[in-house]
């Protein structure tokens, strides 16, 4: 808050006086880069020429791009005064936009798996696909490499993970519950 009061040059107190706390202050901060994220995942979501494996590496890949692109936001996207992804009511701007991610990566699960919503191997395959996901960027989280050369070396690696992942799930559910 001091960093912020002193390049906005005013006290750290006077912020305050614009936002009732951090959360607010942060998500007014990330927000344009946060809804260009969703809105590249719905939109991806929503193709129909694509099919289920090709959506699930076009959200991967969106979300790793904006993660490597925007390293200090993912941990405000992630980890800032989270909530629990399957919480009906979170509170707050943030944990609700976090929601709202997660669940186009849920929707997309549920249509490659043919899961129901209610399903409760949809939320848990949903977290381990969003794990895969914080995880890649995660790892070059202080790498000196830019989010594009980092994307152009991982490409592959990526599209292997996610694929993997899915094919992972689908035998899983071959097993009896």
Known sequence: MREIAREAACSHTAIYQYFAGKEILLFELSAPYLERLRS???KIRDDASLSDQE???EIGLSFVEFGLSNRPLMRVLVQVEASRVDELSPAGRINEFRLS???IIQAVLSDSLGLSPSDDRLLMFSRNFFYLL???VITYELSKE???????????TMLVGFSSCLSGFREELKKPQ
């Open 40 to 42: 590249t995942l719905e």
């Open 55 to 57: 959506r699930l590496s």
């Open 101 to 103: 991610v997660f669940a």
């Open 134 to 136: 914080h995880g890649m």
């Open 146 to 156: 830019n989010a594009q050369e980092l994307l152009v070396r991982l490409r592959p």
